[in-house]
């Protein structure tokens, strides 16, 4: 199976920085990397699918970029809204694993 | 509004069953995969299973593989997951979750309902 390991595990940031959050893979994925936004009580929302393509509706602060192993998300100035726990996942090859998460706060 | 809505989740004993449903509204169901994924504290989120759009293709992890029985009604706008010989550790929030894609073989899950509990317990 490809593990998915999120660093930092946490992340203390204040509104208006900048943040980044890696994800690397245990083997290569090619581009085959979603990030999601989960806040407490509410299910996942896709914010960026391969790699780097937002959603429609996700502001544009938010962007995806790497390629094979590392992957990154950055929030390029952090809004209240913000303050949430962050997941990468492979589409790339069964079973479809997601990263541990970032808890941003 | 665009929503799925999952139901029938429960306690159940080890070794039972249990049937999941997921009821679409809104969007267009039969043109797209659509997967369970579950989530607990401990393990995060695991994908479980998904179905093509027409069912010509399933897919499961081995963890439920013989276990679980994912189906659709295209007619319904309906989702099912018979889950049988239950485990503790099967315990775990379960979402349906619809792809961007026919196809269930690169998940990217764009629609999420709010889940149903699953407890697996004697």
């Known amino acids: 199976d490809i593990q998915m390991t999120q660093s930092p595990s946490s992340l203390s940031a204040s509104v208006g920085d900048r943040v980044t959050i890696t994800c690397r893979a245990t083997q290569t994925i090619s581009s085959f990397l979603n990030w999601y936004q989960q806040k407490p009580g509410q299910a996942p929302k896709l914010l960026i699918s391969?790699?780097?393509t937002l959603q429609s509706g996700v502001p544009s602060r938010f962007s995806g970029s790497g390629f094979g192993r590392d992957f990154t998300l950055t929030i390029s100035s952090l809004e209240v809204e913000d303050f949430a726990t962050y997941y990468c996942q492979q589409s790339y090859t069964n079973p479809y694993t997601f990263g541990q998460g970032t808890k941003l706060e | 509004e665009v929503q799925l809505v999952e139901s029938g989740g429960g306690l159940v004993q080890p070794g039972k069953s249990l049937r999941l449903s997921c009821a679409a509204s809104g969007l267009n169901f039969e043109d797209y995969a659509i997967h369970w994924v579950r989530q607990t504290p401990g393990k995060g989120l695991e994908w479980v299973s998904g179905i093509s759009w027409n069912s010509d293709k399933i897919i499961y992890a081995d963890s439920v593989k013989g276990r679980f029985t994912i189906s659709r009604d295209n007619a319904k706008n309906s989702l099912y997951l018979e889950m049988n010989s239950l485990k503790t550790e099967d315990t775990a929030l379960y979402y349906c979750?619809?792809?961007?894609?026919?196809?269930?073989?690169?998940?990217?899950?764009?629609?999420w309902g709010q889940g149903t509990m699953v407890t697996v317990s004697s």
């Open positions: 391969f790699v780097s």
């Open positions: 979750a619809q792809d961007i894609a026919e196809m269930c073989t690169t998940p990217t899950l764009h629609i």
